[in-house]
Nanobody, 123 residues
Framework: QVQLVESGGGLVQAGGSLRLSCAAS????????MGWFRQAPGKEREFVAA????????YYANSVKGRFTISRDNAKNTVYLQMNSLKPEDTAVYYC????????????????WGQGTQVTVSS
């Protein structure tokens, strides 16, 4: 079992920045690929970013590429999502997730999920 707790969400103006954190506890953190997903009201949950076990390989949705950066600190059992140049369309609940795969962009590959943190970007 892995427990995931997100933090760092909030209200920000368009063009601003936020950094989300996801603290993991339970099984060995470094054995999991980690991802961030988001879900806006009335929409399906969508992939945002993923990072492999070591942190050396990352993947991004086209909509956030160049603006968001995913990273992890295995010593702190934490994965981060740095979000810059935020847009109103980034408004959503952001979820952290863990997969036993090396990494994945697929929702179905993730075994463990956090409770989510709200990000609201005002225009």
């Amino acid at each position: 079992q892995v427990q995931l707790v997100e933090s760092g969400g909030g209200l920000v103006q368009a063009g601003g920045s936020l950094r989300l954190s996801c603290a993991a506890s339970g099984r060995t953190f470094r054995s999991f690929g980690m991802g961030w997903f988001r879900q806006a009201p009335g929409k399906e949950r969508e992939f945002v970013a993923a990072v492999d076990w070591s942190g050396s390989t990352t993947y991004y949705a086209n909509s956030v590429k160049g603006r968001f950066t995913i990273s992890r600190d295995n010593a702190k059992n934490t994965v981060y999502l740095q979000m810059n140049s935020l847009k109103p369309e980034d408004t959503a609940v952001y979820y952290c997730a863990a997969t036993t795969s090396r990494s994945s962009t697929l929702y179905s590959a993730y075994d463990y999920w956090g409770q989510g943190t709200q990000v609201t970007v005002s225009s």
